[in-house]
Structures are given as C-alpha cells and as structure tokens.
C-alpha cells in the first residue's frame, strides 16, 4: 500500500483495477506515448496488463504509482510514480504522463512536486532520476524547473516505432534539491 497525498488541486492515490478503463484513454493516447518509448495501447486488455503488472510491483514494493485526479472529480487524469527502486541505494526514477485534456494547467509540476516531497520526507529516495526525449521539450522543462539537472546523454536507449532514440538522463538530489522534511 501506498499512501493518498493532497496537494491544493489534486489527490494522488494508489491505482486500483477499477481503473483500467480510464486508463486505457490515456495509455491510447498517441500525444501522450508520442515519448514515452512504447506504444499506444491497441486494446483493453493490453491496459488491463500494464495495470496488474503495477498492482503487483506496489505490492511487492518493487515500484510506487499514483493516480492523479482533481479533488472532487472522480475521473483519473494520469499517473505518476518511482519505478526501478533501489532502496540499498536510496534511487528510483519517476515516471509521469498525463491526459492532454489536463494539459497546460499546472497539474503535472504539482504532482511532481508532491511525489519528490513524498521520496524525500517519507521513502528515504535521495537520488530521483528520469529519462527523457530530446524532442520531449515540455517534460525536460518540468524537471528543470523543479530541480532536476539534465546529467548526460544515453545514445539508442529507447525504441519506438522500431526506431532507436537517445535520451536525456536528469537528476534530482532530494538533500540538495528537494524540500526540507
């Protein structure tokens, strides 16, 4: 189990398998997978499996993930979370996407800052990464604005569309960077 946070605007709660249909509008989506190095989902069931895949890694510990909704709105905007935990280390790294009906709002740097605050004061992360593509010029300006430093580059480490791309590797130092618990 993972706990509900409140920002101003939103609530970020466990995922639960209910909300695989809602999920399915976002993980279809070709805006929002346009970088996200998979593709959309063709089916339902594809959504479905993604989600099991979740539930379980939050069970076991392996990952956290959030949905991201609108307090006093029941529909889901998106997720966001740590995946490739490695609690010896005190890393993860986050990963987020949003419907683009919830685009341009201020919504992903709240649920940004709120999940940072979260590994900082609560998760013992220290060391936040991310990976990004170059041409994702609006995810790499999130991360900037809210203290992620862009670290290097990763040649042909993603694919999509049976096409290798490079990505951008961001930091984020939780002591140095984040919030003070």
């Known amino acids: 189990m993972i706990p509900t946070i409140e920002t ?22 070709v805006d929002v997978l346009r970088h996200y ?6 089916s339902l ?15 076991d510990g392996s990952i956290m993930r959030w949905g991201i909704m609108r307090k006093g709105h029941p529909e889901l905007m998106g997720t966001i979370g740590f995946h490739n935990r490695a609690p010896r280390h005190r890393r993860a790294e986050i990963g987020y996407e949003i419907h683009p009906r919830y685009w341009r709002n201020g919504y992903a740097t709240e649920a940004l800052q709120a999940a940072l605050t979260f590994a900082a004061c609560s998760a013992d992360i220290e060391r936040v990464g991310a ?51």
């Not at 101003?8 to 989506?29: G, V």
């Not at 069931?45 to 890694?57: C, V």
């Open 131 to 181: 990976i990004v593509y170059p041409e994702n010029i609006p995810s790499q300006q999130l991360l900037e604005r809210n203290g992620f430093i862009r670290e290097g580059t990763l040649r042909h480490y993603m694919r999509q569309g049976n096409q290798p791309y490079d990505v951008y590797v961001y930091g984020y130092i939780a002591k140095k960077d984040g919030p003070q618990c």
């Open 8 to 29: 101003e605007r939103l609530q970020l709660r466990q995922l639960q398998p209910t909300d695989a249909e809602r999920l399915f509008t976002i993980f279809s989506n």
């Open 45 to 59: 069931e594809q959504t479905e499996q993604m989600l099991f895949g979740m539930l379980e890694g939050i069970a």
């Open 37 to 42: 190095g998979m593709e959309p989902h063709q």
